[in-house]
Nanobody, 130 residues
Framework: QVQLVESGGGSVQAGGSLRLSCAAS????????LAWFRQAPGKERRAVAS???????IYKYSVKGRFTISRDNAKSTLSLQMDNLKPEDTGMYYC????????????????????????WGQGTQVTVSS
């Protein structure tokens, strides 16, 4: 049974940092594209970063250079280091895994929606104040 559990959210002032973690219980017989999504208040959930099985990463333009996604396949963990946080980064952050296959992330990150990922965590809140 696939299970994703996020941790590490909180409240910080603009310019601060947070590190999100996701403990992933995934099938060992499949390989997964992993991603972090963000849902800002009143908006749809959208991807901010993804990482494939070999460590290839893609970032939403607005977080590039500030966020770093990483994964440890041996420990089945996904992380998101967020630096120089801005108020517009506020939202609920979710880790997500696709349905499992060869482990590469396909398509345009900005166009992904919930249907592109089969497994989701419960979310962790990040609040950035100005």
């Amino acid at each position: 049974q696939v299970q994703l559990v996020e941790s590490g959210g909180g409240s910080v002032q603009a310019g601060g940092s947070l590190r999100l973690s996701c403990a992933a219980s995934l099938s060992t017989s499949r390989k997964y594209c992993l991603a972090w999504f963000r849902q800002a208040p009143g908006k749809e959930r959208r991807a901010v970063a993804s990482i494939d099985i070999d460590g290839g990463t893609i970032y939403k333009y607005s977080v590039k250079g500030r966020f770093t996604i990483s994964r440890d396949n041996a420990k089945s963990t996904l992380s998101l280091q967020m630096d120089n946080l801005k108020p517009e980064d506020t939202g609920m952050y979710y880790c997500a895994a696709d349905d499992g296959g060869i482990g590469y992330c396909f398509g345009a990150l900005d166009l992904w929606d919930d249907s592109d990922f089969g497994y989701w965590g419960q979310g962790t809140q990040v609040t950035v104040s100005s």
